[in-house]
């Protein structure tokens, strides 16, 4: 879910992006995974989906490295465009309460990205694909529209 105002507009990356309404503080969330608006399919889920739906969530999830369970955001987050210089990520060090580390420290599905710079109002936001979806070949067209799910090597 998207935490911060922002609107969707054209974009000199790709198609449409999310910009930002308002100046964001580096280190402000942007995005959090919140459970019941965002989905995490498993992969087998995923598959056994009909189309449309396997088309439409192929174009705007992202592929969760390490499980590659499918993760749909409920909002115009999928929109938020790929740059090899993001101005969003994950914090550094990761904070594991804004990663969603459970009591035993098992990892969750309720990852939070934030602000790595000062994002200006207007400024498009961006993050590094390569840094959590395994499927980033696939996005950036960098191998065939029917590559497999999450079968893409980095």
Excluded at 16 to 26: C, E, P
Excluded at 44 to 50: F, G, N, R, S, V
Aim: hydrophobic share 40%; net charge negative; proline share 12%.
């Amino acid at each position: 879910m998207i935490l911060v105002p922002a609107r969707v507009a054209p974009s000199g990356i790709h198609g449409n992006g999310l910009f930002a309404l308002a100046s964001i503080a580096q280190g402000t969330p942007i995005w959090r995974f919140l459970p019941g608006f965002d989905q995490a399919f498993s992969p087998e889920a995923w598959a056994a989906l009909p189309e449309p739906a396997l088309s439409h969530t192929r174009h705007f999830c992202f592929v969760r490295r390490g499980d590659l369970h499918v993760v749909l955001s409920g909002d115009h987050a999928c929109f938020i465009n790929h740059s090899e210089h993001p101005n969003t990520g994950l914090p550094h060090p990761p904070d594991r309460t804004l990663h969603g580390g459970g009591p035993s420290g098992e990892a969750s599905s309720a990852v939070t990205t934030v602000a790595l710079r000062p994002i200006a109002a207007g400024e498009e936001i961006t993050c590094n694909y390569w840094n959590y979806d395994a499927d980033t070949p696939w996005k950036l067209g960098r191998v065939p529209r029917h590559a497999p799910l999450g079968a893409c090597p980095p």
